[in-house]
T-cell receptor, first 114, second 113 residues
Framework: NAGVTQTPKFQVLKTGQSMTLQCAQD?????MSWYRQDPGMGLRLIHY???????DQGEVPNGYNVSRSTTEDFPLRLLSAAPSQTSVYFC?????????????FGPGTRLTVL | QQQVKQSPQSLIVQKGGISIINCAYE??????FPWYQQFPGKGPALLIA?????SEKKEGRFTISFNKSAKQFSLHIMDSQPGDSATYFC????????????FGTGTRLQVTL
């Protein structure tokens, strides 16, 4: 099992560029989520999905889009990058339901927007 | 929206000592309450989680104590080791139908020799 994989590991963008952060899991987990981590602010939820075809907003969704066409993949799209989106992004998955809280995290993508 | 307060921000403990990190929340929830451990440059990893109808759970040197009436739970690390030096996050499940976790701001633990 590879667990949760994320690509790329590092990315530098210019303001206004768009890009997609990839996330995949091979544990057949129904629940997937995206977080951003900034110094002193913990992890903040961007978007989440409770199953294929179902997505919902988290705490900080503005500027990001997601889709969930398969159980395995949950890509995060930055529509028009801004310096405020400089952060470390983590994807996570879990069985969902009462076990939603027990999430497995990927290694992260460190994004810098100039 | 769940509000979560984690303390302390940082903690220095001698090897062999007990590390205690606290977490307080506002709204009652019925899913598991987890603690995560994160090493520099890595993603968070689930350390231990407790059901809200249980007052204590122990796994090796790690114990969660849960006080439902006070809306607080804490992580105790017994016999702390230098390898435990990491950042620890508590997380609280959302109430209602939305399936979300709200994380605390983290505690940086340093275990000295």
């Amino acid at each position: 099992n590879a667990g949760v994989t994320q690509t790329p590991k590092f990315q530098v963008l210019k303001t206004g560029q768009s890009m997609t952060l990839q996330c995949a899991q091979d544990m057949n987990h129904e629940y997937m989520s995206w977080y951003r981590q900034d110094p002193g602010m913990g992890l903040r939820l961007i978007h989440y999905s409770v199953g294929a075809g179902i997505t919902d907003q988290g705490e900080v969704p503005n500027g990001y889009n997601v889709s969930r066409s398969t159980t395995e993949d949950f890509p995060l799209r930055l529509l028009s990058a801004a310096p405020s989106q400089t952060s470390v992004y983590f994807c996570a998955s879990s069985l969902g339901g009462q076990r939603m809280s027990e999430q497995f995290f990927g290694p992260g993508t460190r994004l810098t927007v100039l | 929206q769940q509000q979560v307060k984690q303390s302390p921000q940082s903690l220095i403990v001698q090897k062999g000592g007990i590390s205690i990190i606290n977490c307080a929340y506002e709204n009652t929830a019925f899913d598991y309450f987890p603690w995560y451990q994160q090493f520099p440059g890595k993603g968070p990893a689930l350390l231990i989680a407790i059901r809200p109808d249980v007052s204590e759970k122990k796994e090796g040197r790690f114990t969660i104590s849960f006080n439902k009436s006070a809306k607080q739970f804490s992580l105790h690390i017994m016999d702390s080791q230098p390898g435990d030096s990491a950042t620890y996050f508590c997380a609280v499940p959302n109430t209602g139908t939305a399936s979300k976790l709200t994380f605390g701001t983290g505690t940086r633990l340093q275990v000295t020799l």
